[in-house]
Nanobody, 121 residues
Framework: QVQLVESGGGLVQAGGSLRLSCAAS????????MGWYRQAPGKQREWVAT???????NYADSVKGRFTISRDNAGNTVYLRMNSLKPEDTGVYYC???????????????WGQGTQVTVSS
């Protein structure tokens, strides 16, 4: 089981920036991809960005050019740098990690607890 701890949310004015972090911990796992999702009030959770263990990144069209996903050298912490924030970026942001048990080779996913991002107009 991989545990995730998120941090970095908060309140920011439109046009501002925030950086979210998500640290993974556990035993006997190998991460295959890390990503961010968000859920606005009254809406379904939506995908925001993903980074693979090979460093390939993908973004939702709504955040492309404004958000940047990255990870640390150890590959166990994923970041989401959010620039030019808009009120419609408001929501709870969740990180998700896909991983494989190095002994059983079974795959699984873990979700962070979520961090609130509020962008005021």
């Amino acid at each position: 089981q991989v545990q995730l701890v998120e941090s970095g949310g908060g309140l920011v004015q439109a046009g501002g920036s925030l950086r979210l972090s998500c640290a993974a911990s556990g035993r006997s796992f190998s991460i295959t991809s890390m990503g961010w999702y968000r859920q606005a009030p009254g809406k379904q959770r939506e995908w925001v960005a993903t980074i693979t263990n090979g460093g390939i990144t993908n973004y939702a069209d709504s955040v492309k050019g404004r958000f940047t996903i990255s990870r640390d050298n150890a590959g166990n912490t994923v970041y989401l740098r959010m620039n030019s924030l808009k009120p419609e970026d408001t929501g709870v942001y969740y990180c998700k990690v896909d991983y494989k048990n190095i002994y059983t080779r079974l795959t699984a996913s873990s979700w962070g607890q979520g961090t609130q991002v509020t962008v005021s107009s």
